[in-house]
């Protein structure tokens, strides 16, 4: 075996057939340049995640019919090995002794036949993943055999535990090979690499790592697909969120690695001739572009993949707006954004000007809609009931709502989707107004807290990853104190704690489960601990109203974090 090349390509949950044909595409391609071995990503034939779609038993039929396509479509390609990642098993409405298990598997396909098949054996049910919902364990290493080269094949969590890898090893592979799709977090590069090279050093064995890439839904897969060698170097690494036939180069090697580790009585035998792998490396990039990428890949995946024909946002000359426009017209392209500025009373001069002077610069559609008339007619109506009450919330939260209904009407008749702005320090706190500035369809920057909406603000301006040819937001826009403009002179932190310290507290309570004390003990002062926790936890209902958004943290308020809403626990 002389070359591997992995699929690295945006595949599409429920289109199976059209992933077919991307795997059918690329196994032809990397046939021609030379390769014998094709691998794809984890669940590649349906996608990742389908979630209940696995609970329908056409569409494990259809995805079994799929990769017989696949199988047929190749037959003529001799010695040419393709690992196909797909559901497979019966139907769970009747399960019974009898009826097949239903699995996450990967096949083995060559010359139009099937040559092996792996069945996952370790299923994640944390974060985003719920597997064992769908599936059960396979129990049985899978090592096939490509061009005298041992081959040892694995899903995903399986690297992330000794079992799998070393069974790999005992059962005389030569090098492992992993299928993933695994969902991106800020830092989550890093740990994947070093989660690998301790499973190379076990098993003293070079290791393969097949990622996808893609939006689905909330989540987003970055790629950067990877090769480690024996010595637990790496040797080769995809481009991030890019489509990519990755080729990793394999070779004979006859000195063996050095021991790197202890050896114990559950490590394998070093294998007589070991395999060098070598390939282009893509260089590490800095958290903010890796941030921005995974935001503007989530924005292309799903608007491109439901077929939207663009996007409408509110853009209010405040910070969270701008920064949701800028990573828009990254994602699609001036001409798919518009943005419409709704002033009120409230409004501040600047605010028009910063809004319209950074549309001018983005080259989108803008347009001013005041909603001063609808405001004053709403008071108008509520003017009996609203007697001798003093003026606060309810008077704010019209505004937005007005707004968001204006949104969605101009969505509803021209059919572009709408972007909602509210950051992650605002869904956890209730900073944000229920069928109003939540009133949307796709929220970009939910999982984003506002001290780095600002950072990637400040980043945006001085980088031009996707080449717009311009720093897009005006510089007034970030260094304003941020506000709602529900009312004269309001600032954000009237209501709320500095950013600063609310954001570090929300990042211990809600991602890292820290208990009030522990943070206290940390340095932060009781009452702001107290009140941004409670804050959290009163908010619940809100936030299960508000649209998905795309996930870059460790932690999302999405599938991540299933509180009740009805729930009495003080802790």
Known sequence: MQKICIAQLNYVVGDIYGNAKKI?????????????????????????????????????????????HISRELASLKDLYVVV??????????????????????????????????????????????????????????????MGVKIGLLICEDAWFEGPALSSAKAGAQILVVLNASPFHVGKVHEREQAMRERVLQT?????????????????????????????????????????????????NNSSPPMLFAPSSTSPSTPQSQLSLSGSIEPDCSAELDLWRALVHGVRDYIE??????????????????????????????????????????????????ASEMANRLGVQYDEISIRPEFDAFLKSLETEFTGLPIGTAEENIQARIRGTMLMAISNKKGAIVLTTGNKSEMATGYCTLYGDMAGGFAVIKDVAKTTVFKLARWRNLNDPFKQGMNPIPERIITRPPSAELRPDQTDQDSLPPYDVLDAILERYMEQDMEVEEIVQAGFNRPDVERVTHLIKINEYKRRQSPIGIRVTHRSFGKDWRYPITNSFKG
């Open 204 to 252: 003293q064995l070079p290791l393969v790592y097949a990622h996808m890439v893609g939006g689905q839904d909330e989540v987003v897969f970055e790629g950067r697909s990877f090769a480690i060698n024996a010595w637990g170097e790496l040797v080769a690494r995809a481009k991030s969120f890019e489509e990519e036939l990755f080729e990793i180069r394999v070779s004979q």
């Open 85 to 146: 990642g797909h559901p497979t098993g019966g139907d769970l409405r009747t399960r019974s002794v009898t009826t097949p298990r239903r699995q996450n598997r990967a096949s083995v396909i060559c010359e139009g036949k099937t040559v092996a098949h792996y069945a996952k054996r370790e299923l994640p049910n944390y974060q985003v993943f719920d597997e064992r919902r769908y599936f059960e364990p396979g129990i049985e290493p899978c090592v096939f055999e490509v």
């Open 305 to 354: 993949k439901n077929r939207f024909p663009g996007v409408l946002i509110g853009l209010s000359g405040g910070i969270d707006s701008a920064v949701v426009l800028a990573i828009a017209v990254d994602a699609l392209g001036a001409n798919k954004v518009r943005a419409v500025m709704m002033p009120s009373p409230y409004t501040a001069e600047i605010s028009w000007l910063d």
């Open 24 to 68: 059918i595409d690329a196994a032809k391609t990397a046939y021609a340049n030379g390769a014998n071995l094709v691998l794809t990503p984890e669940l590649s034939l349906c996608g990742y995640a389908c979630e209940d779609l696995f609970l329908r038993p056409s569409f494990v039929k259809i995805c079994d019919e799929a990769l017989k």
